[in-house]
């Protein structure tokens, strides 16, 4: 709970708009497709700011290929919108960052921090922080080839022996890139231990450009906290979005001064039918569209009802969507009174106890 409201009045600059507030909504492939993303926004009721594209891949097909990719699709309401790209490769980044900027995003992001080995082996996402003169190649071309802004998503560094995030800040200054995403873990780490808020912070007090902090934000007073303690001008939330998709519009009530809002049990079982529904925009077929109201179900009732696996039980053995809907449905109807989401209850991430930093690996080095 925020027990104390603060008036953060920050904002990230965007193609001259003020974005507020300076919320983003992280990438995360496999989760953050148009309808999840669309339902977060539905959901921060306007007041979250900036979203953006699961990562594409700029190996492996022509340029023109990009345009169909599914990852790169995206709605009106989704603005600000951002395309984030991977790769190796600069030539084929900046093709890849010319085209897709035909499709109008308010912006093209570089991805410098993606860890598995698929990708960050073959010198891509994370990868880059063990090559940065091929990372500013990449970040010099694309920004040549492009009118719209350039960000830059990164980790502090490889491993902990090899931590590069100040070079990597100096490249994103002299190449002009709009805004630096800091994931305060290494590559090794992956996602294991806290992320290294300490250091976000150091890294935002020697910018020139915005710093955005990323890694373990949760709640609407840790999202207070991080921007009361460290000068980041914004903040990049994934995880915690995934549990708990009220987040944003719950942080956008702390920054602006006003009550955290409180989720009721029956509206939180409401949103699967809003998801649903986006997701048969999308054109997504019925048994994985199941599949993805499952998933997010799991998370949800983990805030809801930790003490009544049945009911989780009852959503996750639904054989089709129409049944799930109805089982939530007459959940809502039958049971919900008085039950309201309880997100704290997962505050933290990765199951440790402490918020200590902690080098562990997760992918070899
Ligand atoms: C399932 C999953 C997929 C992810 N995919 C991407 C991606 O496509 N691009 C990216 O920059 N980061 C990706 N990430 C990293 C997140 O954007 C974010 O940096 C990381 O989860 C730390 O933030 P958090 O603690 O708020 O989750 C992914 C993370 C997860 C858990």
């Known amino acids: 709970m925020v027990d104390r409201f603060v008036n953060c009045s920050k904002s990230l600059k965007l193609n001259g708009l003020e974005v507020f507030p300076p919320t983003i909504l992280s990438p995360m492939a496999g989760v953050t497709d148009p309808p999840f993303r669309r339902l977060v926004r539905e959901l921060s009721a306007g ?3 900036i979203l ?5 891949s700029t190996d492996g097909c022509g340029p023109e290929k990009l345009l169909d990719k599914p ?3 995206f709605y009106p309401e989704e603005r600000p919108f951002g395309i984030q790209i991977f790769g190796r490769d600069p030539g084929r980044m900046a093709d890849a960052a010319e085209i897709l900027a035909t499709l109008k995003p308010d912006f093209i992001e570089v991805n410098a921090g993606c860890p598995v080995p698929k990708v960050a082996d073959k010198g891509g996402g994370a990868g880059l922080l063990k090559d940065l003169p091929r990372l500013q190649a990449i970040i010099h071309e694309v920004k040549k080839r492009i009118s719209i802004p350039l960000t830059l998503k990164c980790r502090l560094g490889w491993d902990e022996n090899s931590i590069n995030v100040f070079d990597t800040l100096k490249i994103a200054e002299d190449e002009g890139v709009e805004w630096l995403v800091v994931h305060g873990r290494t590559r090794v780490q992956g996602y294991m231990g806290f992320a290294d808020w300490n250091m976000i912070g150091e890294v935002a007090s020697r910018a020139k450009i915005p710093v955005v902090g990323n890694g373990d934000i949760v709640s609407a007073a840790g999202a207070v906290a991080a921007m009361e303690k460290y000068p980041v001008a914004g903040l990049s939330i994934g995880r915690g979005a995934l549990h708990n998709p009220w987040l944003f519009a719950q942080i956008s009530d702390a920054f602006e001064g006003k009550p955290v809002r409180t989720i009721s049990a029956a509206e939180a079982m409401g949103t699967f039918k809003t998801y649903f529904n986006y997701m048969l925009e999308d054109g997504c077929p019925d048994y994985g569209a199941l ?13 809801i009802f930790p003490d009544y696996p049945e009911f989780r039980q009852r959503l996750l053995t639904s054989e089709t969507a129409e049944q799930f809907l109805e089982r939530a449905e007459r959940f809502c109807e039958t049971e919900a009174e008085g039950r309201v989401f309880e997100p704290e209850r997962l505050l933290n991430l990765n199951g440790l106890k402490t918020d200590e930093v902690t080098f562990g690996r997760q992918f070899k080095g």
């Open 71 to 73: 990852q790169a699709i």
């Open 291 to 303: 599949g993805r109201l499952k998933q997010l179900a799991a998370r949800l009732c983990k805030g």
């Open 52 to 56: 953006v594209s699961e990562f594409v």
């Open 47 to 49: 007041r979250m700011g």
